[in-house]
């Protein structure tokens, strides 16, 4: 089965990687509009050939994905469950 969410792509694009995954990993309808991260279905060769082409000459920027991270950083999740308790204690 696989991981469910992608945290992996998560790590990569924190350090400013260009990715592709599988629309297999759960990550993908999160990112999938991002410039520099693509999707191919999953088993499909000619598809992740094709997106490996066309990333292939995109450099590496450590800040291209940064706008769009904020809601996954461990701040962010430690936000949300420390909102999540409060709301059970009141």
């Given at each position: 089965?696989?991981?469910?969410?992608?945290?992996?792509?998560?790590?990569?694009?924190q350090?400013?990687?260009?990715?592709?995954?599988?629309?297999?990993?759960?990550?993908?309808?999160?990112?999938?509009?991002?410039?520099?991260?693509?999707?191919?279905?999953v088993?499909?060769?000619?598809?992740l050939?094709?997106?490996?082409?066309?990333?292939?000459?995109?450099?590496?920027?450590?800040?291209?994905?940064?706008?769009?991270?904020?809601?996954?950083?461990?701040?962010?999740?430690?936000?949300?469950?420390?909102?999540?308790?409060?709301?059970?204690?009141?």
């Amino acid at each position: 089965m696989g991981e469910t969410w992608g945290l992996v792509v998560n790590e990569a694009l924190q350090c400013g990687c260009s990715v592709i995954t599988s629309d297999a990993v759960g990550c993908h309808m999160d990112f999938e509009q991002l410039e520099n991260f693509r999707v191919f279905p999953v088993g499909n060769a000619p598809a992740l050939a094709g997106q490996i082409r066309e990333l292939s000459n995109v450099r590496r920027d450590f800040n291209w994905a940064t706008p769009h991270l904020q809601y996954y950083s461990v701040e962010s999740a430690a936000q949300a469950i420390a909102s999540e308790i409060a709301s059970l204690i009141q």
